[in-house]
């Protein structure tokens, strides 16, 4: 430790904590265990007297590495920001007094839970560093936006209105994307209302699309440089320093310089060639949602004519989920979010021409999401639009008329109907690149039936949008149904390549509405990242972090795990092949840390040593005492939230647990957990993020990561002659205020049947 760390203690004694605690032992602890060089006391640290009382010591030159024992670290962190020093936290209030009953039964054990907690925080304080920028930064005021459509547009005209320049690629000839042939879009409002009556008045009807204005504004913008039949050959670089090559169809290309990007590629429509049972392709009657909006247009007001013989159409069918929300090869396993209110909104283009008009939706489930949503639907009803719940089977050709066979899911009996005009209710096809996991599968593919099966995979992937030059690939990665990587839980448009953002339909299937607003957050979290990027501070979820991590190169043995690893493609390799660190694209969780075998990798303000002091200063009882000792390693994103809630709950957790957060489950290292046993911790319990279906990871891999890692410690504990109970991984989600606990206090009744560890010395 350099001569020049001066270490300092502040412990409050608000919020309960000097009434349940012995603040004069918790000091001295600080003092003679801590080594800290003095130790203060407030009676409300968090106040303005006292957050001014650290703050003096800190300009005197008395600290620069300070332990506050007082609340959770998550509480009270615009009071406790002292950016120029070290700062570690013991967390005594939810953590302790907040988790323990009171009682004189109780008070030993929740005096040696806040001591336990006041010897970690100083021992993590002694091997932290303050976190410097790199000295690589600079803001780059330009955002890219990679598509034309409606989202595309909203977002160039949104960094535009923010002083960004930006440069907009669209593939096409013209901007507009999907949605520029639309006659109508379904509204954007719900229905008025009669205050006085509270009644529904002039319930919504299908409006102007809006997107030629949009087009025009975008042109007469002059922040906004458009490049069509356009697309990207090369990104390079990182958030605030990306370099892209751009070139047009006339073959030239230009190399523009910008601080964050904005993926904003929109869909595809869904081949109805795929859906021969409804005679697409057999006829010219049988038409797909966005063939029909073309028909509308040519209308332009006047009655939509058949497109076999130019007769005006008297009776049309809307098939809803036409080749959706099934499981058959070729069809969409998903709902595409947008496709019922468009049928309704078409039924309404027929019944404003002809009111009697035989318009019928055939539906499983009708879904009207949006501010119109049910009143659209009113809508439809108020017109006579018929609404039945069936399932479509077949269309067949019936002379100079169409028949569609049906299920009548309400009589449960087949039955059929006879109409001008079918309309396939088809959905949303992600326009998106392809996956770079695939990518790297024919890399590592171990066997070569492997790499074979990986190269025919890549042969039917769509060409490449962004041309990223990363070691993990050239797209964003995808999640499920090839929808563009985005954290659909907790920040939406992040991708798993920082300072990248996914916004509309190519993340998620959406309607015209919830494009636009996308396009809004994701060019505001755009900005965010080039901001961020100029200060070299992290993006989310730890924002503000100036640390980045660094390695030791002579110890690194060139395995490749953290490169492999990462799940943000922050780190490459340079000629001699070691691990190259791209700060701007690292989002700090620590993954890179955890992945590494020889411990070389680290961050100034966390690191193998931070965690590690802190497990290992916890005093540990010999088996007399009939004292285990718990550590528990929870995720600060989810399981440690979850435990302060806990605390505010009233809920109750074991004496025996010593709780540390990590970064990310993916940080721990595997040492810890051998150091842990080693030093006669009875059990450990690591709780990381869910990653089911309906939830994600923080740092996307993270969980999943440590949960592969720890199956290896099975042969450790074996090793070690140490029941496999000992170890245990669990998935919690912010929301498991009980249950976080519980599995804490399950882990203390297993100690207690198996018994303490023969390791305690």
């Not at 001066?6 to 608000?14: D, E, L, N, S, V």
């Not at 605030?240 to 073959?251: A, C, K, N, Q």
Request: charged share 25%.
């Amino acid at each position: 430790m350099a001569a020049d760390k001066k270490f300092a203690g502040y412990i409050c004694t608000g919020c309960g904590i000097g009434d349940r605690l012995d603040v004069k032992q918790l000091e001295t602890v600080a003092t003679r265990e801590g080594k800290m060089a003095f130790c203060k006391q407030h009676e409300m640290l968090c106040s303005a007297e006292g957050v001014q009382m650290i703050r003096d010591d800190i300009e005197k030159g008395e600290a620069t590495h300070i332990m506050i024992a007082a609340c959770s670290r998550r509480a009270k962190m615009e009071a406790f920001h002292f950016p120029e020093v070290a700062m570690s936290r013991a967390n005594l209030r939810e953590g302790v007094i907040w988790l323990r009953p009171e009682g004189e039964e109780h008070q030993e054990t929740t005096q040696e839970m806040a001591d336990d907690y006041v010897r970690m925080a100083c021992a993590e304080v002694k091997f932290m560093n303050v976190p410097q920028p790199s000295g690589e930064q600079g803001l780059t005021r330009s955002i890219l936006v990679v598509g034309g459509g409606v989202t595309g547009m909203v977002s160039a005209l949104e960094a535009a209105k923010a002083g960004y320049q930006v440069h907009l690629v669209c593939f096409e000839s013209e901007l507009g994307g999907p949605w520029k042939d639309l006659y109508k879009r379904v509204p954007f409002r719900a229905a008025d209302v009669d205050v006085p009556n509270g009644n529904n008045v002039d319930l919504p009807q299908p409006e102007d699309p809006g997107v030629a204005e949009l087009a025009e504004q975008v042109q007469a913008q002059d922040k906004i440089r458009v490049y069509l039949n356009a697309k990207i050959t090369k990104t390079s670089g990182a958030p605030g320093r990306f370099s892209v090559d751009i070139s047009t169809e006339s073959g030239s290309t230009v190399t523009e310089n910008i601080g964050a990007i904005v993926q904003a590629t929109d869909f595809k429509p869904y081949d109805a060639n795929q859906l021969p049972e409804f005679a697409y392709g057999k006829t010219p009657d049988v038409v797909t949602n966005f063939e029909l909006e073309k028909l509308a247009k040519e209308a332009n007001g006047g009655p939509i004519k058949r497109p076999s013989d130019g007769k005006e159409v008297k009776s049309v069918a809307f098939i809803q989920c036409a080749g959706q929300r099934s499981e058959k090869e070729g069809h969409l396993p998903y709902c595409s979010g947008f496709c019922c209110t468009e049928s309704i909104k078409q039924a309404l283009y027929f019944k404003a021409q002809n009111p009697d008009c035989d318009a019928t939706v055939l539906f499983d489930d009708l879904r009207t999401p949006g501010a119109a949503g049910e009143d659209f639907y009113r809508a439809g009803q108020q017109a006579r639009v018929t609404f039945a719940k069936a399932k479509a089977n077949e269309v067949v050709q019936n002379g100079d008329r169409l028949t569609v066979k049906f299920r009548d899911l309400i009589l449960d009996e087949d039955t059929e109907m006879e109409c001008d005009l079918v309309v396939l209710a088809t959905g949303q096809v992600p326009n998106s690149g392809p996956d770079p996991y695939a990518q790297l599968a024919v890399e590592e593919a171990e066997s070569e039936e492997e790499k074979e099966a990986a190269r025919k995979a890549l042969e039917v992937a769509p060409p490449s949008i962004l041309n990223l030059d990363y070691r993990q690939g050239t797209d964003l990665p995808h999640l499920k149904h090839g929808f563009t990587d985005s954290h659909f839980i907790c920040f939406p448009y992040e991708t798993r390549r920082t300072g990248i953002y996914a916004a509309g339909p190519v993340r998620r299937p959406m309607d015209m509405k919830q494009a636009m607003d996308d396009a809004v957050g994701a060019t505001l979290k755009a900005i965010q990242a080039a901001e961020n990027a100029a200060r070299g501070a992290a993006a989310l979820p730890r924002v503000g972090d100036l640390s980045y991590p660094r390695f030791r190169r002579e110890g690194c043995t060139q395995c490749k795990r953290c490169t492999v690893e990462c799940p943000f493609g922050a780190i490459n390799e340079d000629e001699e092949r070691y691990p190259q660190f791209n700060e701007s694209r690292c989002r700090r969780c620590g993954t890179c840390m955890g992945a590494c075998p020889v411990r070389v990798i680290s961050f100034e303000n966390y690191s193998v040593d931070t965690v590690g002091q802190q497990l290992k200063n916890v005093d540990i009882p010999d088996e007399f005492d009939e004292k285990p000792r718990i550590l528990v390693l929870a995720c600060e994103n989810d399981a440690y939230p979850a435990l302060d809630m806990a605390a505010q709950a009233g809920e109750e957790l074991t004496p025996w647990a010593r709780v540390i957060p990590v970064r990310c489950l993916g940080s721990v290292s595997l040492s810890w957990i051998t150091d842990a046993l080693n030093s006669g911790y009875d059990g450990i319990v690591l709780m990381g993020c869910r990653r089911d279906d309906d939830y994600q990871c923080h740092f996307v891999r993270g969980s999943k990561m440590a949960a592969e890692r720890m199956s290896k410690v099975g042969d450790t504990l074996q090793s070690l002659n140490l029941e496999p109970e000992r170890v245990a991984l669990y998935e919690v989600a912010i929301t498991d205020i009980k249950r976080a606990p519980q599995l804490i206090n399950d882990m203390a009744e297993t100690v207690d049947k198996i018994g303490m560890s023969p390791f305690k010395f």
